[in-house]
């Protein structure tokens, strides 16, 4: 998911395929080497020893926020240097660890598949440091996709709907959450494929359906079930959770990305807004109101505690309690992650990172070796016979 999923979405610009899916691949690999120091490091703070544990959960997590990351990636896409996105990486690395021990183990929120950690997260912090790198003077002309590059986008579209049910479900408790998860998020994802589809067809033009759309808003319905998925939420919740978060992202693709750069001077390039940071904010209420919700009859003393973690210093937790702290937990990942984007987007607003250039931007060229487009067929077309004429007197 995050190499080859956020990787291949990330190539839909006609001439940035290139640093779509290979900046993907560098900061997705200085992020999981960072975050598996920070998290460990306030992990530690847990353990006696203060050492730092290593294992699959670690390396899960590190994931984890390595996505968070290509979702930020996602808003500047096309538009800053190899070297700032390094810069970004490593601090929003480190905002992500903190945010996340103040949420998992200061506040005892439950976020198995993120939507707050990650996607709300990123896809703030993202909008916060587009908002500050604004350009009045970009080449909108290369901000734009073909019929191939939008098919490489949807092989990550595909590889990432496909693995979202692993993703909600990794790290919950082994069992029925774990089953939960995976359900929750298979149903959800579905619902908002069809609904995705369905509102494409009615806001565009002569009824036809936008590529921009399914490539992303099919996969809100994921992003939308990060929090409660491990939780009683049933299969037909799920459904109507899937089915809002597909049509909120896909309106967001038609109304509100234009309002958001033409008001607020958020230019947008991968829609985070739409995929993510709402979604996100959905599922961040969705898991709240989930938590608050429930009640010993559904779940048992025993599931109340495996799905809500109960137990050590947060013993003695009704469920009412519980969605508090989802709550809170919402305002303290929108809080850092808008200070923490804005802060980040001033440090890379610094003119010694080498960013492109505005009629640069969205274009390979710059950092890459791109290889001549027609060179070898037009050296096949030099060499190649005379047209002769058919039967009919046509050339063939």
């Known amino acids: 998911m995050v190499f080859v999923g956020f990787g291949f979405l990330m190539t839909f610009l006609k001439r940035y395929g290139f640093g779509g899916v290979g900046f993907n691949f560098l900061i997705a690999a200085f992020s999981l080497q960072w975050a598996l120091l920070m998290q460990g490091w306030f992990h530690s703070l847990d353990f006696s020893d203060g050492k730092i544990k290593i294992g699959l959960e670690s390396l899960i997590n590190a994931d984890f926020c390595a996505a968070s990351v290509l979702i930020s990636f ?5 538009k800053v240097s190899p070297v700032q996105l390094l810069i970004m990486s490593l601090f929003e690395v480190t905002l992500y660890a903190v945010n996340e021990y103040i949420l998992l183990n200061v506040l005892g929120a439950r976020d198995a598949g993120g939507a707050m950690v990650i996607h709300m997260f990123g896809g703030y912090f993202g909008l916060a440091v587009t908002r500050i790198l604004y350009r009045a003077k970009l080449d909108q002309s290369k901000n734009e996709s073909v019929y191939h590059s939008d098919l490489f986008s949807m092989i990550g579209t595909l590889y990432l709907w496909m693995f979202w049910p ?26 908002s494929v069809l609904t995705t589809i369905a509102i494409s067809t009615i806001f565009e033009k002569k009824g036809k359906i936008q590529m921009v759309h399914i490539q992303n808003a099919t996969l809100a319905g994921g992003v939308a079930l990060g929090t409660a998925a491990e939780m ?9 959770v899937g089915a809002l978060a597909g049509t909120v992202s896909t309106l967001g693709f038609i109304f509100a990305t234009p309002f958001l750069e033409k008001y607020l001077h958020i230019q947008d390039t991968c829609g985070i807004h739409n995929l993510h940071a709402v979604p996100g904010l959905m599922g961040a209420i969705v898991g709240a ?13 025993e599931g109340l505690v495996a799905a809500f973690g109960f137990e050590g210093q947060f013993e003695g937790r009704t469920p009412s309690v519980q969605g508090g702290f989802q709550a809170a937990a919402l305002c303290v990942t929108l809080l850092i992650s808008i200070a923490g984007g804005i802060v980040v987007g ?12 505005d009629e640069n931007c969205y274009d390979d060229e710059v950092y890459w070796e791109v290889p001549q487009e027609g060179d070898v067929l037009y050296s096949v077309h030099a060499t190649a016979p005379p047209l002769k004429p058919n039967n009919n007197g046509d050339s063939q």
Do not use: C
Not at 74 to 78: F, N, S, T, V
Not at 178 to 185: C, D, E, K, P
Not at 232 to 240: A, D, E, N, T
């Open 74 to 78: 996602g808003a500047i896409l096309g």
């Open 166 to 191: 692993s993703f909600n479900s990794a790290i919950s408790n082994h069992g029925d959450g774990q089953h939960r998860g995976a359900i929750n998020t298979y149903i959800s994802l579905s619902s």
């Open 232 to 240: 009683m939420l049933s299969p037909y919740g799920s459904l109507i």
């Open 289 to 301: 109101v989930t938590a608050a919700a429930a009640t010993e009859e559904v779940y048992t003393r």
């Open 346 to 357: 001033f440090i890379l607003k610094l003119p010694i990172w080498g960013d492109p250039s």
